[in-house]
C-alpha cells in the first residue's frame, strides 16, 4: 500500500532517491512517519534497490536533513533486527508488493519480543554499570568521560535487561511515561 503524501517535499526526496540510487521501494521511518515530528526532525528512510552496495546517504535536503539507509534486495535477508527500526514505517513507493511485506514481517518480529538474555549476560550489565559508576565518580576527566558513557548506556540497558526491544530515547521515554512504576514517577519529575 503505497501512502498518500502531501509533504511535496517528501515526494521530491523520494524522486531523487529514486534517480540517484535507482531504488524502486521506499520507507518513510522514524517521527515523520510516526506523525510525532518537528520541523528539526530528519527524514529517515530506508530505499531498496536490485542491486548494489549497501551504503548511507546523509544530507541536507531542501532544508531538512535526510538519513537513507540504500540497500539491495539480497541485503534484506541478511539480518531482519537491523530493520526493526522501521517498524512504523510508511510505504513510499513499491516494487510488486515488497516494502507493505518487509513491514509485516518487521512488525511480526517486533510483536513477538527480543530473545530473553540469559543469566549471564544480565550479569554482565548489572556488573559494568556498578564498575562505570565507581570509575565516574573519581572526579578526573576519564571519570566524566565514563559518567556521560554510563548515562548514554543506561537507558538501552533498562530494557535489554526486561527482555524488550529499544527503539530509541524518544520512544523509551514516552513508553516509561506509561508506566506506573517508581522509576517513571522519578522520570515524570524531571
Not at 511535496?8 to 535507482?22: A, S, Y
Not at 528539526?40 to 546523509?58: H, K, L, M, T
Request: aromatic share 10%; proline share 3%; hydrophobic share 40%.
Amino acid at each position: 500500500m503505497k501512502a498518500q503524501n502531501s509533504d511535496q517535499r517528501l515526494n521530491r526526496l523520494t524522486d531523487d532517491l529514486k534517480e540517484k540510487h535507482h531504488c524502486h521501494t521506499i520507507i518513510l521511518y522514524g517521527s515523520r512517519a510516526r506523525g510525532d515530528y518537528n520541523d528539526a526532525s530528519d527524514y529517515d528512510v530506508i530505499a531498496i534497490r536490485e542491486i548494489g552496495p549497501a551504503v548511507r546517504d546523509c544530507r541536507m535536503f531542501e532544508g531538512a536533513f535526510l538519513n537513507a539507509f540504500i540497500y539491495s534486495v539480497a541485503d534484506l535477508n541478511k539480518s531482519y533486527e537491523s530493520l526493526l527500526r522501521i517498524k512504523d514505517g510508511i510505504v513510499l513507493c513499491q516494487k510488486d508488493d515488497l516494502g507493505d511485506t518487509l513491514l509485516a514481517h518487521i512488525k511480526e518480529i517486533v510483536n513477538k519480543g527480543p530473545e530473553p538474555i540469559p543469566d549471564w549476560e544480565r550479569q554482565v550489565i548489572v556488573t559494568w554499570h556498578e564498575k562505570m559508576l565507581e570509575r565516574a565518580s573519581k572526579g578526573d576527566i576519564e571519570g566524566n568521560f565514563r559518567r556521560i558513557w554510563q548515562l548514554y548506556d543506561l537507558l538501552e540497558s533498562y530494557f535489554k535487561l526486561r527482555d524488550r526491544w529499544y527503539f530509541g530515547p524518544k520512544e523509551a521515554f514516552a513508553w516509561l511515561k506509561t508506566m506506573t512504576s517508581i522509576h517513571t514517577i522519578c522520570l515524570m519529575m524531571c
